[in-house]
């Protein structure tokens, strides 16, 4: 059922458990309910001032069959980017129209409208706490969003291509950012200063992911490989060459395997061993 709609309006709930009971009338008791239903309806051709309808069909598609609960509408060109809080209270998207909306999850309803990126938004980052969104443009910056204000803290600025990507470490200390520019950096979140600046690859960085505990950082390139980072040091302590660019990569709850993904479309497992 529609439960955005039932919010508004709590009588239309006989209406849609009926509309939803129509596609299960193959099952004998609900037959039987439909079959009492049909009756009633020809014994009230007395009452000829009072419309009387019968669905057919259900109007309502079963859960199974119809998995969309709503859509969301309010961006004017492609949305690039969308995260939600770890709390599961917001839902934030980020578009090629330079905006990045705030959502309330459980109603579908916009928040806000965050204002200040002159390009497209290419990534979104929630940090660990829900407190904060960080959001990664064209226009080759960072900024810092509060989520409970929902006011701007901070732009950093040091990349001088798009930014396709970032990662929060688990312990929301850090923000790693990978970009066209072919070098990643490493932020600090309380002070919102850079760090340091890695460079290694020789292609654009598309993929980023920081282990469990937030000690090791694994980038991916169109330079065909998977990189690892010691995050205390802050070098590469391990590279991979795949085939094809690195496309997609993800850790694995234990902490030490890594899957990754290329553009020829192989998938490889690997373990961090003793690195």
Same mark, same amino acid.
């Given at each position: 059922?529609?439960?955005?709609?039932?919010?508004?309006?709590?009588?239309?709930?006989?209406?849609?458990?009926?509309?939803?009971?129509?596609?299960?009338?193959?099952?004998?008791?609900?037959?039987?309910?439909?079959?009492?239903?049909?009756?009633?309806?020809?014994?009230?051709?007395?009452?000829?001032?009072?419309?009387?309808?019968?669905?057919?069909?259900?109007?309502?598609?079963?859960?199974?069959?119809?998995?969309?609960?709503?859509?969301?509408?309010?961006?004017?060109?492609?949305?690039?980017?969308?995260?939600?809080?770890?709390?599961?209270?917001?839902?934030?998207?980020?578009?090629?129209?330079?905006?990045?909306?705030?959502?309330?999850?459980?109603?579908?309803? *916009?928040? @806000?409208? +965050? $204002?200040?990126?002159? =390009? #497209?938004?290419?990534?979104? /980052? !929630?940090?660990?706490? %829900? &407190?904060?969104?960080?959001?990664?443009?064209?226009?080759?910056?960072?900024?810092?969003?509060?989520?409970?204000?929902?006011?701007?803290?901070?732009?950093?600025?040091?990349?001088?291509?798009?930014?396709?990507?970032?990662?929060?470490?688990?312990?929301?200390?850090?923000?790693?950012?990978?970009?066209?520019?072919?070098?990643?950096?490493?932020?600090?979140?309380?002070?919102?200063? *850079?760090? @340091?600046? +890695? $460079?290694?690859?020789? =292609? #654009?960085?598309?993929?980023? /992911? !920081?282990?469990?505990? %937030? &000690?090791?950082?694994?980038?991916?390139?169109?330079?065909?490989?998977?990189?690892?980072?010691?995050?205390?040091?802050?070098?590469?302590?391990?590279?991979?060459?795949?085939?094809?660019?690195?496309?997609?990569?993800?850790?694995?709850?234990?902490?030490?395997?890594?899957?990754?993904?290329?553009?020829?479309?192989?998938?490889?497992?690997?373990?961090?061993?003793?690195?």
């Amino acid at each position: 059922m529609s439960g955005h709609i039932l919010a508004k309006d709590k009588s239309q709930l006989a209406k849609q458990l009926t509309s939803l009971l129509v596609s299960y009338q193959h099952l004998p008791h609900i037959k039987k309910l439909f079959k009492k239903e049909i009756k009633y309806l020809k014994t009230a051709t007395q009452y000829k001032n009072t419309p009387w309808l019968c669905l057919l069909s259900s109007t309502i598609s079963s859960p199974l069959a119809q998995p969309l609960i709503r859509t969301l509408t309010g961006h004017s060109l492609a949305v690039g980017a969308v995260a939600v809080t770890p709390d599961g209270k917001k839902l934030i998207s980020g578009s090629c129209d330079g905006t990045i909306k705030v959502w309330d999850l459980a109603t579908g309803n *916009l928040e @806000n409208t +965050l $204002k200040n990126h002159s =390009y #497209s938004i290419n990534i979104l /980052a !929630v940090t660990t706490d %829900s &407190k904060k969104v960080i959001s990664g443009s064209r226009d080759q910056t960072l900024k810092i969003w509060d989520l409970d204000t929902e006011n701007l803290e901070n732009t950093l600025k040091n990349h001088s291509y798009s930014i396709n990507i970032l990662a929060v470490t688990t312990d929301s200390k850090k923000v790693i950012s990978g970009s066209r520019d072919q070098t990643l950096k490493i932020w600090d979140l309380d002070t919102e200063n *850079l760090e @340091n600046t +890695l $460079k290694n690859h020789s =292609y #654009s960085i598309n993929i980023l /992911a !920081v282990t469990t505990d %937030s &000690k090791k950082v694994i980038s991916g390139s169109d330079d065909k490989t998977l990189k690892i980072w010691d995050l205390k040091t802050e070098n590469c302590i391990a590279t991979f060459t795949a085939e094809a660019s690195i496309t997609c990569v993800a850790v694995a709850p234990d902490g030490v395997s890594i899957i990754a993904g290329d553009s020829s479309g192989n998938v490889h497992f690997l373990r961090l061993m003793g690195v």
